[in-house]
């Protein structure tokens, strides 16, 4: 199986069902190289301190699975009544 | 010249008041020792009692590391002591964090942490010298939606800093002076206070602190100008008889708790129990401190897996300081449940607080649910409840006020139960502008001089807090302010509605002006709903005939099948108002629920000589519906193209989704069994009884004209030779809207979804799919961006019914879909079944009442009549329906993105009928029978022999059987059967069981022997008055 499709399933499998019990929701945009570019939408797309928590703790724990040089970047995805 | 606006930037008098009030809050914590040592370990709750943990053992846990995880649940631990400068003083735990915490020093419970509160009794857990063990398990969620304090929203987030926690001892008269302080404070900024009230305030709060010298700190000093300041407080404002305010508020303290919303039903385990503790911790502190608690699943809970606090609990009720309230096992929606279901949930809930308490609850209490059906005064009133609690109608409504605050509620039936719709929210934490607001809002102030004002933090529990008990006992010495008591939520019912002969009456339905998408979101949990509540009623019949033969009675597995089902009846979980692992968790407990009561029916059905195979010649139908099944049957199952059945037509095909073999067929007795016998060989029979060509349909009831999408352009009935579709030529028509109803878009449809639409488009034609004895069937298919739609036509040779399967791959975001159907038919109102009986509602929209009833709930039918004719539309789990002029468009599918992004997308089946009828009652034409058909096919077994029987024959067909089972409370040889009366009429029924009854007593829902005369048992004959729409149960002896 291809890192992406590694990346992508550890990804659905075992972060989301997390982030998603807490209103939040994440999917995998991309995998290009050594970054992986998410998508944070649900309740994910306005924490206000996701970059800080959220994104360090997810990239330490893609860094023990799939290897240290993995870069992460976060998209927000505002849904319709949250864009202003 | 121009206006300039100029904003002043100089300090206020109200802000240099502000400012000194914060220097003050500062001095209350007058030691403070930072705790070292902390460890944590990390998890996630899997289950009630169960967690998965991400390392083998504890960490170190310092200030400024992080905490929890995403959906976190962590364990902190430190083994200290109290330090020798604190030693002989109250000392408590300070932690600040918008987690959930719950603390226990030396194994025993002292209290809570969370957004609202930072700060737990550690003394009264500990003594001078002693090792201290502080244990605490915190549950995480980034949105506490019930906080307000500032302090903790830096903290929120999946994941948390860690900010340290300390030993504090707070010095009690400068925080009785923050509070005196703080309350003027929020009067100050209280918009309904009168003005020159708020200006005397000011002015002397002002000349209070200047008393207090900040500049020049020194201890001594300090408290001594604290107690001039509250001296003076005291004197000149709080003394104050000038600035008398109006009203009278009682102050409920109540904490709302959601069972599932933006966490999992196994997160409420924790949530509730720190609630109950925290407020057991309240009751300690201030012995005047009463709170009133809900839900008896709750109480189950803390038994269960918290049992000190529940022993603690239980002492404080007996006190009377913690109220039961609430009569039912969770706080439901109070639309889609059936009215068994409504009845379970008051005699599971009121038998628990009976074994438990010894006490039957007088209250209903529901103050978030979102809206009330017309059945549920009758229910209330014979399971023992005389007061009903809803907060929504009076603040959701989003056009019309609700007109009353306390009234009688009348319901279907006609019966009453004092109602009281608190004018504000519930929940309010005690400030001025809340009591004052609450005490303007009420609009009953001629017919009863209080109104109640519930407090504490609410929705995920929490409760009150030390803050709004201080503010409630200084509420009464605020100037300009309503007068306040601090009482019972039943003490207020009572003294207020109890034989209050000036409430006026509210004669209907409480239909909540917002939240009218939860008839349809999460689609597949109101199917799974109905199907179980079918599935239940005819477990039970079917087991307590079993079990009058011998057959053990399930009564563990069927209770227990009742409160899983019960639980997802909540008002959050049902209306499909919550995050996407509530689904997964109902749809697990839905098959559980699925797996044990098929269970059970198959055992009973074993007992009585039956099985589930169909490899028989005998085939045993079994009708569980009170009225004798004659024409069109659905046998589910697998069956072959051979199969015929005694002479009977019959045709392979399919209901609901599922296979089986269509049979027209006579007399299967009602609630009783039939054998049919099966043979191989298939009769010969020309199809000839309908003509299709050229998208033109003939069958012995129709003339129809289609378009090609499958919508009808014309629909002749031929016993009427009446036209049935509208010049607008709208009939099946399927309609995709925009629907885009704001932030609380699982929850609301706003009306202007009918300005936007998407296009269906046409892959598949209407074309002849199938064709026998039995029906004719059609079919067409849609797509969308991204969803798939077949559709399935049903028509019958001996039934008018018009069956539309439906099948659909649903991928689309913020759609609804629904079907439209414009009939040939002048009336103003629709019929609708409310499950125990039928609301008629107004077409039109002359008025905003009609207006904003633009989407309402209906249980299994709806109807629109002329005076001698009239369609029915039937469905088998869909609720949300519109009505306008002379059109109803029955809504079968949403896409909100809050709070589950993917919310309902996957694959759906479901199924509507349409049923034109002679007469124009529909009570009076079949419809009910039918709708109840479309839900409830007949059960099948297979036999070795012939099986014949009527195990209950009831004579009246205005009376359904809503439920046949054992008594709660086991009684030799005695069942309970439940009638309800649907078509609103009055007389003498009767009914004969296949047994000989000895004796029977009619009883309450809460099966109570009731004193009544109104009924005769003779030769086994039970006869009986009944009125319209009423609920009857009887317990027989056999």
Same mark, same amino acid.
């Given at each position: /199986?291809?890192?992406?499709?590694?990346? !992508?399933?550890?990804?659905?499998?075992?972060?989301?069902?997390?982030?998603?019990?807490?209103?939040?929701?994440?999917?995998?945009?991309?995998?290009?190289?050594?970054?992986?570019?998410?998508?944070?939408?649900?309740?994910?797309?306005?924490?206000?301190?996701?970059?800080?928590?959220?994104?360090?703790?997810?990239?330490?724990?893609? &860094?023990?699975?799939?290897?240290?040089?993995?870069?992460?970047?976060?998209?927000?995805?505002?849904?319709?009544?949250?864009?202003? | 010249?121009?206006?300039?606006?100029?904003?002043? *930037?100089?300090?206020?008098?109200?802000? =240099?008041?502000?400012?000194?009030?914060?220097?003050?809050?500062?001095?209350?914590?007058?030691?403070?020792?930072?705790?070292?040592?902390?460890?944590?370990?990390?998890?996630?709750?899997?289950?009630?009692?169960?967690?998965?943990?991400?390392?083998?053992?504890?960490?170190?846990?310092?200030?400024? @590391?992080?905490?929890?995880?995403?959906?976190?649940?962590?364990?902190?631990?430190?083994?200290?002591?109290?330090?020798?400068? /604190?030693?002989?003083?109250?000392?408590?735990?300070?932690?600040?964090?918008?987690?959930?915490?719950?603390?226990?020093?030396?194994?025993?419970?002292?209290?809570? #942490?969370?957004?609202?509160?930072?700060?737990?009794?550690?003394? %009264?857990?500990?003594?001078?010298?002693?090792?201290?063990?502080?244990?605490?398990?915190?549950?995480?969620?980034?949105?506490?939606?019930?906080?307000?304090?500032?302090?903790?929203?830096?903290?929120?987030?999946?994941?948390?800093?860690?900010?340290?926690?300390?030993?504090?001892?707070?010095?009690?008269?400068?925080?009785?002076?923050?509070?005196?302080?703080?309350?003027?404070?929020?009067?100050?900024?209280?918009?309904?206070?009168?003005?020159?009230? !708020?200006?005397?305030?000011?002015?002397?709060?002002? &000349?209070? #602190?200047?008393?207090?010298?900040?500049?020049?700190?020194?201890?001594?000093?300090?408290?001594?100008?604290?107690?001039?300041?509250?001296?003076?407080?005291?004197?000149?404002?709080?003394?104050?008889?000038?600035?008398?305010?109006?009203?009278?508020?009682?102050?409920?303290?109540?904490?709302?708790?959601?069972?599932?919303?933006?966490?999992?039903?196994?997160?409420?385990? %924790?949530?509730?129990?720190?609630?109950?503790?925290?407020?057991?911790?309240?009751?300690?502190?201030?012995?005047?401190?009463?709170?009133?608690?809900?839900?008896?699943?709750?109480?189950?809970?803390?038994?269960?897996?918290?049992?000190?606090?529940?022993?603690?609990?239980?002492?404080?009720?007996?006190?009377?300081?913690?109220?039961?309230?609430?009569?039912?096992?969770?706080?439901?929606?109070?639309?889609?449940?059936?009215?068994?279901?409504?009845?379970?949930?008051?005699?599971?809930?009121?038998?628990?607080?009976?074994?438990?308490?010894?006490?039957?609850?007088?209250?209903?209490?529901?103050?978030?649910?979102?809206?009330?059906?017309?059945?549920?005064?009758?229910?209330?009133?014979?399971?023992?409840?005389?007061?009903?609690?809803?907060?929504?109608?009076?603040?959701?409504?989003?056009?019309?006020?609700?007109?009353?605050?306390?009234?009688?509620?009348?319901?279907?039936?006609?019966?009453?139960?004092?109602?009281?719709?608190?004018?504000?929210?519930?929940?309010?934490?005690?400030?001025?502008?809340?009591?004052?607001?609450?005490?303007?809002?009420?609009?009953?102030?001629?017919?009863?001089?209080?109104?109640?004002?519930?407090?504490?933090?609410?929705?995920?529990?929490?409760?009150?807090?030390?803050?709004?008990?201080?503010?409630?006992?200084? $509420?009464?010495?605020?100037?300009?302010?309503?007068?306040?008591?601090?009482?019972?939520?039943?003490?207020?019912?009572?003294?207020?509605?109890?034989?209050?002969?000036?409430?006026?009456?509210?004669?209907?339905?409480?239909?909540?002006?917002?939240?009218?998408?939860?008839?349809?979101?999460?689609?597949?949990?109101?199917?799974?709903? *109905?199907?179980?509540?079918?599935?239940?009623?005819?477990?039970?019949?079917?087991?307590?005939?079993?079990?009058?033969?011998?057959?053990?009675?399930?009564?563990?597995?069927?209770?227990?099948?009742?409160?899983?089902?019960?639980?997802?009846?909540?008002?959050?979980?049902?209306?499909?108002?919550?995050?996407?692992?509530?689904?997964?968790?109902?749809?697990?407990?839905?098959?559980?629920?699925?797996?044990?009561?098929?269970?059970?029916?198959?055992?009973?059905?074993?007992?009585?000589?039956?099985?589930?195979? /169909?490899?028989?010649?005998?085939?045993?139908?079994?009708?569980?519906?009170?009225?004798?099944?004659?024409?069109?049957?659905?046998?589910?199952?697998?069956?072959?193209?051979?199969?015929?059945?005694?002479?009977?037509?019959?045709?392979?095909?399919?209901?609901?989704?599922?296979?089986?073999?269509?049979?027209?067929?006579?007399?299967?007795?009602?609630?009783?069994?039939?054998?049919?016998? $099966?043979?191989?060989? *298939?009769?010969?029979?020309?199809?000839?009884?309908?003509?299709?060509?050229?998208?033109?349909?003939?069958?012995?009831?129709?003339?129809?004209?289609?378009?090609?999408?499958?919508?009808?352009?014309?629909?002749?009935?031929?016993?009427?030779? *009446?036209?049935?579709?509208?010049?607008?030529?709208?009939?099946?028509?399927?309609?995709?809207?925009?629907?885009?109803?704001?932030?609380?878009?699982?929850?609301?449809?706003?009306?202007?979804?009918?300005?936007?639409? @998407?296009?269906?488009?046409?892959?598949?034609?209407?074309? #002849?799919?199938?064709?026998?004895?039995?029906?004719?069937?059609?079919?067409?298919?849609?797509?969308?961006?991204?969803?798939?739609?077949?559709?399935?036509?049903?028509?019958?040779?001996?039934?008018?019914?018009?069956?539309?399967?439906?099948?659909?791959?649903?991928?689309?975001?913020?759609?609804?879909?629904?079907?439209?159907?414009?009939?040939?038919?002048?009336?103003?109102?629709?019929?609708?079944?409310?499950?125990?009986?039928?609301?008629?509602?107004?077409?039109? &929209?002359?008025?905003?009442?009609?207006?904003?009833?633009?989407?309402?709930?209906?249980?299994? =039918?709806?109807?629109?009549?002329?005076? @001698?004719?009239?369609? +029915?539309? $039937?469905?088998?789990?869909?609720?949300?329906?519109?009505?306008?002029?002379?059109?109803?468009?029955?809504?079968?599918?949403?896409?909100?993105?809050?709070?589950?992004?993917?919310?309902? !997308?996957?694959?759906?089946?479901?199924?509507?009928?349409? #049923?034109? %009828?002679?007469?124009?009652?529909?009570?009076?034409?079949?419809?009910?029978?039918?709708?109840?058909?479309?839900?409830?096919?007949?059960?099948?077994?297979?036999?070795?022999?012939?099986?014949?029987?009527?195990?209950?024959?009831?004579?009246?067909?205005?009376?359904?059987?809503?439920?046949?089972?054992?008594?709660?409370?086991?009684?030799?040889?005695?069942?309970?059967?439940?009638?309800?009366?649907?078509?609103?009429?009055?007389?003498?029924?009767?009914?004969?069981?296949? !047994?000989?009854?000895?004796?029977?007593?009619?009883?309450?829902?809460?099966? @109570?022997?009731?004193?009544? +005369?109104?009924?005769?048992?003779?030769?086994?004959?039970?006869?009986?008055?009944?009125?319209?729409?009423?609920?009857?149960?009887?317990?027989?002896?056999?």
């Amino acid at each position: /199986m291809f890192v992406e499709e590694k990346i !992508k399933q550890y990804i659905d499998h075992i972060i989301l069902p997390l982030v998603q019990a807490d209103g939040g929701e994440v999917k995998v945009k991309s995998v290009q190289g050594n970054e992986v570019t998410l998508l944070l939408l649900g309740e994910c797309s306005r924490c206000n301190i996701s970059e800080t928590c959220f994104k360090s703790w997810l990239l330490e724990k893609l &860094k023990v699975q799939f290897g240290e040089e993995l870069t992460l970047k976060c998209v927000r995805e505002n849904p319709y009544f949250w864009d202003k | 010249m121009a206006h300039v606006k100029v904003a002043r *930037r100089s300090m206020s008098k109200e802000e =240099w008041i502000s400012l000194r009030a914060a220097w003050l809050s500062r001095r209350v914590e007058e030691q403070s020792v930072q705790i070292e040592n902390w460890e944590i370990r990390e998890g996630h709750q899997v289950s009630e009692a169960r967690y998965e943990f991400y390392d083998e053992g504890y960490r170190a846990l310092n200030e400024g @590391d992080y905490m929890f995880t995403p959906d976190g649940t962590s364990f902190l631990r430190v083994d200290t002591k109290i330090p020798q400068e /604190m030693e002989n003083q109250q000392v408590y735990l300070k932690l600040e964090t918008a987690a959930e915490m719950i603390v226990k020093i030396n194994g025993k419970w002292a209290g809570g #942490l969370d957004p609202n509160r930072d700060r737990v009794l550690v003394t %009264h857990c500990a003594e001078n010298n002693q090792k201290i063990r502080i244990e605490i398990e915190g549950y995480n969620r980034s949105k506490p939606d019930d906080e307000r304090n500032i302090k903790t929203e830096r903290l929120r987030g999946c994941r948390q800093v860690f900010t340290g926690a300390s030993f504090i001892v707070v010095n009690k008269e400068i925080q009785a002076a923050s509070y005196d302080v703080n309350i003027l404070l929020e009067t100050l900024h209280a918009e309904s206070v009168q003005e020159d009230i !708020k200006e005397f305030i000011k002015e002397e709060l002002d &000349k209070a #602190l200047n008393l207090i010298n900040e500049e020049e700190y020194d201890k001594a000093l300090y408290l001594e100008e604290i107690l001039e300041l509250r001296r003076y407080i005291k004197e000149k404002i709080f003394d104050n008889k000038t600035y008398k305010g109006n009203g009278k508020v009682a102050l409920i303290a109540h904490s709302h708790l959601d069972i599932a919303y933006y966490w999992r039903r196994i997160n409420t385990i %924790h949530k509730n129990a720190r609630t109950c503790l925290i407020q057991l911790r309240l009751m300690e502190q201030y012995p005047e401190f009463k709170y009133c608690h809900t839900q008896a699943f709750t109480y189950e809970m803390l038994e269960k897996y918290y049992p000190e606090i529940f022993e603690e609990l239980k002492e404080k009720i007996k006190q009377g300081k913690f109220e039961v309230a609430g009569g039912m096992y969770v706080e439901p929606d109070c639309n889609i449940p059936a009215a068994e279901s409504l009845v379970r949930q008051l005699l599971y809930g009121q038998h628990y607080y009976r074994e438990k308490f010894g006490i039957t609850v007088e209250n209903c209490w529901l103050p978030d649910v979102f809206g009330n059906s017309w059945i549920l005064p009758q229910i209330l009133k014979k399971a023992g409840v005389k007061y009903f609690v809803s907060n929504k109608m009076s603040t959701w409504n989003d056009t019309n006020r609700f007109p009353h605050n306390h009234f009688i509620w009348k319901g279907i039936d006609g019966s009453e139960v004092y109602a009281c719709v608190p004018p504000t929210h519930f929940i309010s934490w005690n400030t001025p502008q809340q009591i004052v607001e609450n005490w303007e809002s009420l609009q009953d102030k001629n017919a009863c001089g209080e109104t109640m004002n519930m407090f504490g933090y609410g929705d995920g529990g929490s409760g009150a807090t030390e803050e709004m008990i201080e503010y409630m006992n200084r $509420l009464n010495d605020v100037p300009g302010l309503p007068a306040v008591r601090h009482i019972r939520g039943d003490e207020f019912l009572k003294q207020n509605l109890e034989g209050n002969d000036k409430l006026e009456c509210w004669d209907g339905e409480l239909y909540l002006e917002m939240h009218r998408g939860t008839f349809t979101t999460k689609g597949i949990l109101k199917k799974l709903n *109905r199907q179980l509540e079918f599935l239940l009623r005819d477990a039970e019949l079917l087991c307590t005939v079993a079990s009058l033969e011998g057959f053990k009675y399930p009564y563990e597995v069927i209770k227990a099948a009742w409160k899983k089902l019960m639980i997802n009846q909540f008002h959050d979980i049902l209306p499909g108002t919550h995050i996407a692992p509530v689904t997964v968790d109902a749809l697990a407990d839905y098959k559980q629920i699925e797996e044990a009561v098929s269970g059970q029916i198959k055992k009973a059905a074993e007992y009585l000589s039956w099985n589930g195979s /169909m490899n028989r010649d005998h085939l045993v139908l079994v009708n569980t519906l009170g009225w004798q099944q004659t024409g069109l049957v659905f046998v589910k199952g697998e069956f072959t193209k051979e199969t015929q059945a005694q002479g009977c037509l019959c045709q392979l095909g399919t209901h609901s989704g599922e296979k089986g073999l269509w049979i027209d067929i006579d007399n299967i007795p009602a609630v009783g069994v039939k054998t049919i016998v $099966l043979s191989k060989k *298939r009769s010969i029979r020309e199809a000839v009884w309908f003509d299709w060509q050229q998208m033109k349909l003939e069958t012995p009831y129709y003339k129809v004209c289609f378009n090609q999408d499958s919508s009808f352009t014309s629909l002749l009935y031929k016993p009427d030779n *009446r036209e049935i579709v509208s010049q607008a030529q709208v009939f099946n028509k399927l309609k995709i809207y925009k629907d885009y109803p704001g932030m609380y878009d699982a929850w609301d449809i706003l009306e202007n979804y009918k300005q936007r639409q @998407d296009d269906l488009v046409l892959i598949k034609p209407l074309s #002849l799919v199938s064709q026998g004895d039995v029906f004719v069937s059609f079919e067409v298919e849609f797509q969308l961006e991204r969803s798939k739609w077949k559709q399935t036509i049903r028509f019958y040779r001996n039934s008018p019914r018009i069956d539309f399967e439906n099948k659909v791959d649903w991928n689309e975001t913020n759609r609804m879909a629904k079907v439209e159907f414009d009939l040939n038919v002048l009336t103003r109102q629709a019929k609708c079944d409310i499950s125990a009986g039928h609301i008629t509602r107004e077409t039109h &929209k002359n008025t905003t009442w009609q207006q904003a009833r633009f989407e309402v709930c209906h249980h299994k =039918w709806a109807d629109l009549s002329e005076t @001698d004719f009239g369609v +029915s539309i $039937l469905n088998d789990c869909k609720y949300g329906i519109s009505f306008e002029k002379n059109s109803f468009g029955l809504t079968l599918l949403r896409s909100p993105v809050r709070p589950d992004i993917n919310c309902d !997308k996957g694959e759906h089946a479901f199924s509507y009928a349409i #049923l034109p %009828h002679m007469g124009g009652l529909p009570e009076q034409a079949g419809v009910i029978e039918e709708a109840w058909k479309f839900n409830a096919p007949i059960r099948v077994f297979g036999a070795e022999d012939q099986h014949q029987m009527n195990w209950m024959e009831l004579q009246q067909d205005n009376l359904h059987v809503q439920a046949v089972k054992l008594p709660e409370i086991a009684e030799h040889n005695c069942i309970i059967v439940r009638l309800s009366e649907l078509k609103g009429k009055r007389g003498k029924g009767s009914f004969k069981f296949y !047994k000989a009854v000895t004796k029977a007593v009619k009883v309450n829902l809460l099966e @109570d022997e009731q004193p009544a +005369s109104d009924y005769t048992l003779e030769n086994g004959v039970l006869e009986f008055e009944y009125k319209p729409f009423e609920i009857l149960s009887f317990k027989l002896t056999i």
